[in-house]
T-cell receptor, first 114, second 110 residues
Framework: EPEVTQTPSHQVTQMGQEVILRCVPI?????FYWYRQILGQKVEFLVS????????KSEIFDDQFSVERPDGSNFTLKIRSTKLEDSAMYFC????????????FGSGTQLSVL | LAKTTQPISMDSYEGQEVNITCSHN???????ITWYQQFPSQGPRFIIQ???TKVTNEVASLFIPADRKSSTLSLPRVSLSDTAVYYC???????????FGKGTRLHILP
């Protein structure tokens, strides 16, 4: 089965630093998503991306967050100035035709902000 | 977006059939019902999706009554490896986000 790949698997950073989380979606997919999950809590939607622009975003996705698809294969999430509360597992997902097709999730990046 | 309600947790035994019911009273005409499974420290994994009546695949069945205000995920003959969190989600076919609820934590006992 095709896979969504995320790197790094773990990222440790100091509060206030910028981090970039990277994802390689499945090659023929058109819709891309970032979710996060704080330990022991539910999976939270951050943003969806289609046709090189943000389709939807949640209230969590404030000005500190940005997404980019720089080269047609990678899909990145940038947090400009990390806060302690940004510590979470971040999941990238992609789908072929929006939400009525199944979302394929990556294995996640565990972000720890110290 | 339709809100979903499902049990917080369930226990069952190996070899049993497990049914997890989700209510979605304000489901809209164009909404699909999708179930995902999540193991600890892994991303959610698609199990099954349906619009009405019954859908079956190699891992589960999904039963949706005529009014579509609820749905039931059926896992036949569960094993220990089915211990996971199961999420019921409802989304429009042209919407661009899926909101996860708290899910049902299924614990399979030997």
């Amino acid at each position: 089965e095709p896979e969504v790949t995320q790197t790094p698997s773990h990222q440790v950073t100091q509060m206030g630093q910028e981090v970039i989380l990277r994802c390689v979606p499945i090659s023929n997919h058109l819709y891309f998503y970032w979710y996060r999950q704080i330990l022991g809590q539910k999976v939270e939607f951050l943003v969806s991306f289609y046709n090189n622009e943000i389709s939807e975003k949640s209230e969590i996705f404030d000005d500190q967050f940005s997404v980019e698809r720089p080269d047609g294969s990678n899909f990145t999430l940038k947090i400009r100035s990390t806060k302690l509360e940004d510590s979470a597992m971040y999941f990238c997902a992609s789908s072929g035709a929006g939400v009525n097709e199944k979302l394929f999730f990556g294995s996640g990046t565990q972000l720890s902000v110290l | 977006l339709a809100k979903t309600t499902q049990p917080i947790s369930m226990d069952s035994y190996e070899g049993q059939e497990v049914n997890i019911t989700c209510s979605h009273n304000n489901i809209a005409t164009n909404d699909y019902i999708t179930w995902y499974q999540q193991f600890p420290s892994q991303g959610p994994r698609f199990i099954i999706q349906g619009y009405k009546t019954k859908v079956t695949n190699e891992v589960a069945s999904l039963f949706i009554p005529a009014d579509r205000k609820s749905s039931t995920l059926s896992l036949p003959r569960v094993s220990l490896s089915d211990t996971a969190v199961y999420y019921c989600l409802v989304a429009m076919n042209r919407d661009d986000k899926i909101i996860f609820g708290k899910g049902t934590r299924l614990h399979i006992l030997p």
